[in-house]
């Protein structure tokens, strides 16, 4: 019943070898290479420069804040990118993760796996979905929606199936996904793309009726319920539903990717619970594990019986230690009522946020869905983020303008009071330097 005794005694039995002083001394001296004066921003030389990485590393969580190596703490306003929505290091997941290591963290999917029977039917109950597939990242679910719809193409005899993606859309960065992604950013390089995708822009429902009216190929419709790394983007409340009745009277599959707005991030368990619909494919990765890496694609209907043995896999997809991580983290957003509490807090900071920054010039819009809140301004802001750094908050930028916010869902009353005012008076402060150097030039 003590929300501390299990972590505590969590941290006690890591404390000999793994103390977080000895942590940093050891990535300052052995890891890095960097001798007693190192700096952080020296540290991942033997990485592939796949990121274009902050000059800051962290030893360790506790809820919605994180700590550096140097004992500097931060208001965690990002989670990993919509990952951590129960907060880091939450001390029931520790002890379920630690329990079920100490049982088995891996059996292999030749045989029956009774954690991920008990995660699909959590899932599909959640969602009204039928069947569940289990892999390790928001790819990955994306690519078995993929193949999903292709297979059913094939099975009505499509010779060629195409399915629907948006302009702006973000799906993954494997071949397949970064070719459904809608950025040129994403994609270059890394010609010849896969083929099989009809492009419209978001939100835009006569350029996808006139692309339905003409392309026999279409067998389903990709799209995020609210477009993230385009910079929070929310839709019509129409839009989406509009798009179901579409597919409803062409036989399409419409196939949902949840990977940022599931996982109760939007204030609902799913984003498309706030419009009434159903998709047939749904696909979720980022908070299901809080952390441990595991994603899903959910399918229902004829879309639940298209793959047969052989025809999809994943080594790790669903192990018994993943899966306790996502039956852990449901129920903790279940037991503390996290959903409510994502809308009416994201609601509270995106009218906090307004009022302090209302007739700031700069601001173009405040928007967004339960706790994934959207900051646009007028120009690029990529700064705010060390701005950021110094006054103990982490933020991220999307989209070159936009503040992005990705809170825990269990933000505390207090640190949600610290977000509104520290995020607005770093834009605040942010925007008047600029008018400032603008008038003296
Ligand atoms: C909507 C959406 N889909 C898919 C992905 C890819 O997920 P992952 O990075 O786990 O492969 C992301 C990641 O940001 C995402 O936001």
Same mark, same amino acid.
């Given at each position: 019943?003590?929300?501390r005794?299990?972590?505590?005694?969590?941290?006690?039995?890591?404390?000999?070898?793994?103390?977080?002083?000895?942590?940093?001394?050891?990535?300052?001296?052995?890891?890095?290479g960097?001798? %007693? *004066?190192?700096?952080?921003?020296?540290?991942?030389?033997?990485?592939?420069?796949?990121? /274009?990485?902050?000059? @800051?590393?962290?030893?360790?969580?506790?809820?919605?804040?994180?700590?550096?190596?140097?004992?500097?703490?931060?208001?965690?306003?990002?989670?990993?990118?919509?990952?951590?929505?129960?907060?880091?290091?939450?001390?029931?997941?520790?002890?379920?993760?630690?329990?079920?290591?100490?049982?088995?963290?891996?059996?292999?999917?030749?045989?029956? @796996?009774? %954690?991920? %029977?008990?995660?699909?039917?959590?899932?599909? =109950? &959640?969602?009204g979905?039928?069947?569940?597939?289990f892999?390790?990242?928001?790819?990955?679910?994306?690519?078995? !929606?993929?193949?999903?719809?292709?297979?059913?193409?094939h099975?009505?005899?499509?010779?060629?199936?195409?399915?629907i993606?948006?302009?702006?859309?973000?799906?993954?960065?494997?071949?397949?996904?970064?070719?459904a992604t809608?950025?040129?950013?994403?994609q270059?390089?890394?010609?010849?793309?896969?083929?099989?995708?009809?492009?419209?822009?978001?939100?835009?429902?006569?350029?996808?009726?006139?692309?339905?009216?003409?392309?026999?190929?279409?067998?389903?419709?990709l799209?995020?319920?609210?477009?993230? %790394?385009?910079?929070?983007?929310?839709?019509?409340?129409?839009?989406?539903?509009?798009?179901?009745?579409? $597919?409803?009277?062409?036989?399409?599959?419409?196939?949902?990717?949840?990977?940022?707005?599931?996982?109760?991030?939007?204030?609902?368990?799913?984003?498309?619970?706030?419009? /009434?619909?159903?998709?047939?494919?749904?696909?979720?990765?980022?908070?299901?594990?809080?952390?441990? +890496?595991i994603? =899903?694609?959910?399918?229902?209907? !004829?879309? =639940?019986?298209?793959?047969?043995?052989?025809?999809?896999?994943?080594?790790?997809?669903?192990? +018994?230690?993943? $899966?306790?991580s996502? &039956?852990?983290?449901?129920?903790?957003?279940?037991?503390?009522?996290?959903?409510?509490?994502?809308?009416?807090?994201?609601?509270?900071?995106?009218?906090?946020?307004?009022?302090?920054?209302?007739?700031?010039?700069?601001?173009?819009?405040?928007?967004?869905?339960?706790?994934?809140?959207? @900051?646009?301004?007028?120009?690029p $802001?990529?700064?705010?983020?060390?701005?950021?750094?110094?006054?103990?908050?982490?933020? *991220?930028?999307? !989209?070159?303008?936009?503040?992005?916010?990705?809170p825990?869902?269990?933000?505390?009353?207090?640190?949600?009071?610290?977000?509104i005012?520290?995020?607005?008076g770093?834009?605040?402060?942010?925007?008047?330097?600029?008018?400032?150097? =603008?008038?003296?030039?």
């Amino acid at each position: 019943m003590h929300p501390r005794t299990d972590s505590d005694k969590y941290r006690r039995l890591k404390t000999p070898t793994f103390s977080i002083a000895r942590t940093a001394a050891f990535c300052r001296r052995v890891l890095f290479g960097a001798g %007693e *004066n190192g700096r952080v921003g020296d540290m991942m030389q033997h990485v592939m420069t796949t990121y /274009g990485r902050q000059a @800051i590393a962290f030893s360790r969580g506790d809820g919605s804040w994180l700590w550096d190596l140097e004992g500097k703490r931060y208001l965690d306003c990002v989670s990993g990118v919509a990952v951590t929505g129960v907060g880091h290091a939450h001390p029931r997941l520790v002890t379920a993760i630690a329990a079920q290591a100490g049982r088995a963290m891996h059996v292999s999917n030749l045989y029956e @796996i009774p %954690e991920q %029977e008990q995660l699909a039917v959590r899932l599909c =109950a &959640l969602a009204g979905m039928d069947s569940a597939f289990f892999c390790n990242s928001g790819c990955e679910a994306n690519e078995a !929606a993929i193949k999903l719809a292709r297979l059913y193409g094939h099975q009505k005899g499509v010779e060629s199936p195409a399915i629907i993606v948006m302009e702006k859309a973000f799906h993954g960065r494997t071949i397949a996904t970064l070719s459904a992604t809608g950025s040129r950013k994403v994609q270059a390089g890394f010609e010849p793309l896969l083929t099989g995708f009809v492009r419209v822009p978001y939100d835009d429902l006569p350029a996808l009726e006139q692309v339905a009216a003409v392309n026999p190929n279409i067998v389903a419709v990709l799209v995020e319920p609210v477009q993230g %790394e385009s910079g929070v983007q929310v839709p019509e409340d129409g839009y989406i539903p509009h798009l179901r009745r579409i $597919c409803d009277e062409k036989g399409w599959l419409l196939m949902l990717d949840e990977v940022q707005t599931g996982m109760a991030r939007t204030g609902k368990w799913f984003a498309h619970q706030h419009l /009434g619909i159903k998709p047939d494919v749904m696909s979720l990765a980022k908070g299901l594990g809080n952390g441990f +890496p595991i994603g =899903a694609c959910l399918a229902r209907g !004829a879309a =639940a019986h298209v793959f047969t043995p052989g025809t999809h896999g994943s080594t790790f997809g669903g192990n +018994p230690l993943g $899966c306790v991580s996502a &039956l852990t983290t449901l129920a903790i957003i279940d037991d503390e009522g996290l959903v409510e509490r994502a809308g009416r807090i994201g609601q509270k900071i995106r009218e906090g946020i307004a009022k302090s920054l209302a007739g700031t010039a700069g601001v173009k819009e405040i928007r967004g869905k339960g706790l994934m809140i959207g @900051i646009e301004l007028d120009k690029p $802001c990529g700064d705010l983020v060390k701005r950021g750094f110094e006054a103990g908050l982490l933020i *991220n930028v999307t !989209a070159d303008t936009v503040v992005r916010l990705l809170p825990p869902l269990n933000l505390k009353d207090a640190e949600v009071h610290t977000l509104i005012e520290g995020v607005a008076g770093l834009i605040k402060a942010f925007l008047n330097a600029g008018a400032a150097t =603008a008038v003296a030039r």
